[in-house]
């Protein structure tokens, strides 16, 4: 099974719905048919996905309070069949009659809300605020721009209500209501190694090895990522060149960042440096490494001494306050006229 151009629904946030219990999908529903291979390459996918929204949702929610880009956001991720390679095979392999259901359940529902709770992954999705998604027009198979679509429609309903109704494959509506995080999705894409982030997006490749990492290692590198994004990397790229200096640059200082974010969502802020001294030793390639970043050696050294200055901010004040104390490798666009 082939999985691409994975786009989360609305990115992370609660679910408060007034109930105590989560909403599940029925093992009835699905067919006898179908096939235990499709369903367990899907749902050992999932699980690495649901992994990447819970430590995104962390992060994304812990700093909204410092990202000047922060906005309105839901607590999960739905999957539109049209993305795979074989979707029929993973509509019959799930016992959906349409092409949406529930990817990852919300991150945050367990513990935002007294009465709050969660849409259960593989959950049927027929409607979003009443528009019958499945009736967009999408390509038969390897399509991504649908999903896009459906997650543009649902930024737009929560900027203009501050919230979003979900209908389910029984008829059921439910309201999801928005929480503050700052504005990057997560996604998982099938393959690959990598790690990127694109100025609003984080995407991590399935085989990428953090996910065999403790958690707050694995948080690491999403940090690195999330901060590319809120220190706007790429829009200074973007203006100034890629060249080789001005990448390491950016990503010394995405490197620096790593624990401010980290402190944020709860997490140690030194698990940065231990991940550096994980990941590094394996992975940085050496004498062979991309002349675009320092070497793993010095990556940490870099985070560590930044690790400490953040654990004395927490000491004196609780928070770790970024944007006001974080010293820049780089002059934003904006302060250089």
């Known amino acids: ?134 009736d967009w027009p999408a390509e038969k198979r390897l399509d991504w721009k649908r999903l896009k679509r459906v997650h543009d429609f649902v930024d737009a309903s929560l900027i203009g209500n501050g919230e979003v109704a979900l209908t389910l494959g029984g008829g059921q509506a439910v309201t ?6 700052c504005a990057t999705r997560f996604e998982l894409k099938s393959g690959g190694k990598k790690a990127l982030a694109d100025g609003a997006r984080v995407q991590l490749g399935a085989e990428f090895p953090g996910f065999a990492y403790p958690e707050d290692e694995f948080a690491a590198v999403v940090a690195h990522e999330l901060a590319h994004n809120v220190l706007e990397h790429r829009k200074w790229l973007d203006a100034k060149g890629r060249g080789r200096r001005a990448i390491r640059a950016t990503e010394r200082e995405a490197d620096r960042l790593m624990p401010w974010l980290l402190a944020n969502a709860g997490y140690d802020p030194r698990a940065a440096v231990r991940f550096m001294e994980r990941w590094g030793p394996k992975h940085s390639k050496g004498i062979f490494r ?39 490798d780089i002059a934003p666009l904006d302060d250089e006229g």
Request: hydrophobic letters at 45%; glycine letters at 10%; a negative charge.
């Open 1 to 134: 099974m082939k999985r691409i151009g994975f786009v989360n629904l609305a990115g992370f946030g609660a679910l408060m719905l007034g109930a105590a219990m989560p909403v599940t999908a029925s093992a009835a529903a699905k067919p006898a048919g179908q096939s235990a291979e499709i369903l367990a390459d899907y749902h050992a996918f999932q699980m690495k996905d649901q992994v990447l929204q819970q430590v995104g949702q962390k992060l994304a929610r812990g700093n909204a309070p410092y990202c000047v880009n922060a906005r309105l956001t839901i607590g999960l991720t739905l999957t539109d069949m049209a993305g795979y390679s074989r979707p029929d095979e993973v509509r019959t392999a799930l016992g959906l009659k349409g092409d949406f259901a529930v990817a990852t359940a919300g991150g945050f529902a367990r513990d935002s809300q007294a009465d709050a709770y969660q849409l259960a992954p593989d959950l049927e999705i027929t409607a979003v605020d009443g528009a019958k998604i499945n």
């Open 176 to 181: 999801l209501y928005g929480v503050p995080g």
């Open 290 to 328: 991309a002349r675009t970043h320092d070497g793993w050696d010095e990556r940490a050294e870099f985070v560590a001494a930044e690790a400490e200055i953040v654990t004395a901010y927490l000491a004196a004040s609780g928070t770790a306050d970024w944007p006001q104390f974080f010293r820049r």
